[in-house]
């Protein structure tokens, strides 16, 4: 009867152990949660702490990283009506929110993080009122002007560190494929960027929104003209319509919206129709300058996509 107590008491005593430890995991693991539960991280006004898995997000004018890493955002950058349209499909019903980001706008969307593009970017000195409405992020201008750099850090932002890297490396596959097949079909033959807006012609740099795509990414040959240009000046100025023959370039995309003012004046211009890429059919009319004048891994898919289409004979 002694042993069979003995046994009775080393049982229980087992099971109140077991059950001690279980109780105390899940303790940890609830503290362990809890800690994970913000992310600290610097931004371009200090140290910052945010939540490690936001779920309404507002980031005006960074949303292509933000789908990229397969998130939709609580509201979306707009101008009056004039939304980011290249973006449209993954942002279907999305509410806009005006570019400036007014406080009732944002209060009304009850975000949980609030991202900034730059200091520059946050309008009428209201950073703290923004703080008090949700955490608030500001990219450094060196980060988010890159957007490699502005996708990486958006992972690390958003927890999605993994993704980023996935998304960045089948980026870089892409653009390698492209590249060998498109200059295998027009090999040297150079390549120029003109953006039309409303009668203004604005040449595109080397490095300047999708001629980054256009030379770099792809190694599609500048004309000795832009190469002259070097890197893309703050201010942008247009080029005269007299000085388009300089160019001297093979091929030319053509980005403007359907019914620009400077497109119906090239159609009439001796100039213009006097160039080689014209008059050899050389001229590509791409009617969605949003994703052609912005930065992002959405959009440069899109560039690499349009340049596979018009130049792969």
């Not at 994970?36 to 990283?65: F, M, Q, R």
């Not at 023959?245 to 919206?257: C, G, M, N, T, V």
Request: with cysteine; aromatic share 8%; proline share 4%.
């Amino acid at each position: 009867m002694f042993k069979k107590r003995i046994t009775i008491i080393f049982t229980l005593l087992t099971i109140l152990f077991l059950v001690s430890a279980c109780s105390n995991s899940s303790k940890e693991t609830k503290n362990t949660t809890n800690k994970t539960s913000k992310v600290t991280l610097t931004d371009a006004k200090g140290e910052v702490v945010i939540p490690a898995n936001p779920k309404k997000i507002i980031a005006p004018y960074l949303e292509d990283s933000l789908v990229a890493l397969g998130v939709k955002p609580a509201a979306q950058w707009s101008i009056g009506d004039t939304v980011l349209d290249y973006l449209q499909p993954e942002l279907k019903g999305v509410p806009k929110i005006s570019w400036d980001l007014p406080l009732e706008q944002v209060i009304s969307n009850n975000p949980d993080l609030i991202i900034f593009s730059s200091p520059a970017a946050i309008q009428k000195g209201q950073y703290e009122e923004y703080k008090k409405i949700a955490p608030t992020y500001v990219f450094k201008d060196e980060i988010s002007s890159d957007w490699r750099k502005q996708l990486t850090q958006m992972g690390r932002i958003l927890s999605k560190q993994d993704k980023a890297k996935e998304t960045l490396a089948n980026y870089d596959t892409k653009a390698a494929d492209a590249k060998a097949k498109i200059q295998k079909s027009i090999g040297d033959e150079t390549v120029a960027l003109i953006w039309v807006m409303a009668d203004k012609f604005y040449l595109m740099e080397h490095n300047r929104f999708s001629a980054n795509v256009i030379y770099n990414d792809l190694g599609l040959k500048q004309p000795d003209f832009i190469k002259n240009l070097g890197d893309a000046a703050v201010q942008w100025d247009p080029i005269a319509l007299e000085k388009l023959p300089e160019i001297k370039a093979d091929h030319i995309f053509l980005i403007s919206k359907k019914g620009e003012a400077g497109l119906d004046l090239l159609s009439k211009s001796s100039i213009w129709n006097g160039l080689d890429a014209v008059k050899n059919n050389h001229v590509y009319e791409m009617n969605d300058p949003t994703f052609w004048t912005i930065n992002g891994l959405i959009a440069s898919e899109k560039t690499i996509d349009a340049a596979e289409k018009a130049l792969i004979k």
